[in-house]
């Protein structure tokens, strides 16, 4: 019975190893993407918005109006 506990203890020990190392290589990622992050920010790269289409600049109204009709298609024989 002594030989099960110590092969108990010892599967336990093993596993707790592997858990820190996952943890240590995990902090590792996050700690290089946040490199990573803070490199860009540095250079000063910004990202563009997305260009407005022509159906957003006729007003929210209009543009709804349409996308319903194309939804539903018997709602436009009105």
């Not at 902090?27 to 997305?50: N, P």
């Amino acid at each position: 019975m002594e030989l099960f506990g110590t092969f108990v203890r010892e599967t336990i020990n093993i596993g707790c190893y592997g858990m820190i190392l996952i943890a240590v290589y995990k902090l590792f990622g996050v700690a290089s993407d946040l490199a990573e992050i803070k490199e860009l920010l540095k250079r000063g790269h910004t990202f563009a918005a997305a260009p407005r289409s022509a159906n957003e600049s006729r007003g929210d109204d209009a543009y709804a109006a349409d996308l319903l009709k194309t939804l539903r298609p018997e709602t436009s024989r009105e």
